[in-house]
């Protein structure tokens, strides 16, 4: 059994899409065809803009299959006391599928990602996670965090 674990690049566009798509088979998301084809079309168009600047995917392959997969999204935004380099990182889509799961596989993604965050120059790195994912994001060093004192997240949606 041969193990790759490594970052994405250009050539595994078909891979991150495919892999996204999976992602949300797991989460039992409904994807209507019509969502399918934009979020195809945006996916592709962001990962050729953002891959290895401002998006990163650590990849688990076995055996030449894709097992375990996370993604990065680095933001810019105006530094201040909470994140002082004004770079932050969201992770998401840590998907390890079932015939591949209590390898060590994710826990791999992560520490690709981790890496990359800190050679990125992120204040730090945030998530949400599932229940199945918790324990491995807090043995990873990943704390819950609590609402602000000072504000109120809220979200107005434009789709």
Same mark, same amino acid.
């Given at each position: 059994?041969?193990?790759?674990?490594?970052?994405?690049?250009?050539?595994?566009?078909?891979?991150?899409?495919?892999?996204?798509?999976?992602?949300?088979?797991?989460?039992?998301?409904?994807?209507?065809?019509?969502?399918?084809?934009?979020?195809?079309?945006?996916?592709?168009?962001?990962?050729?803009?953002?891959?290895?600047?401002?998006?990163?995917?650590?990849?688990?392959?076995?055996?030449?299959?894709?097992?375990?997969?996370?993604? &990065?999204?680095?933001?810019? #935004?105006?530094? *201040? !006391? =909470? $994140?002082?380099?004004?770079?932050?990182?969201?992770?998401?889509?840590? @998907?390890?599928?079932?015939?591949?799961?209590?390898?060590?596989?994710?826990?791999?993604?992560?520490?690709? &990602?981790?890496?990359?965050? #800190?050679?990125? *120059? !992120? =204040? $730090?790195?945030?998530?949400?996670?599932?229940?199945?994912?918790?324990? @491995?994001?807090?043995?990873?060093?990943?704390?819950?965090?609590?609402?602000?004192?000072?504000?109120?997240?809220?979200?107005?949606?434009?789709?």
């Amino acid at each position: 059994m041969s193990v790759n674990i490594r970052m994405a690049s250009l050539d595994d566009i078909d891979d991150l899409v495919k892999v996204r798509f999976d992602y949300f088979s797991a989460e039992n998301w409904e994807v209507s065809s019509e969502q399918c084809k934009v979020i195809e079309t945006s996916l592709r168009q962001y990962y050729l803009k953002y891959l290895d600047t401002d998006f990163f995917a650590a990849i688990v392959e076995v055996d030449g299959r894709i097992a375990s997969v996370a993604f &990065l999204a680095i933001s810019n #935004k105006p530094a *201040n !006391l =909470s $994140f002082p380099s004004g770079r932050t990182g969201t992770v998401f889509n840590v @998907l390890t599928y079932p015939e591949f799961r209590k390898r060590g596989y994710a826990t791999s993604t992560m520490n690709l &990602l981790i890496d990359q965050a #800190k050679k990125q *120059n !992120l =204040s $730090f790195i945030e998530l949400s996670a599932s229940a199945l994912g918790k324990p @491995l994001y807090q043995k990873l060093g990943f704390n819950e965090t609590k609402p602000s004192e000072h504000f109120i997240n809220m979200k107005l949606s434009l789709l």
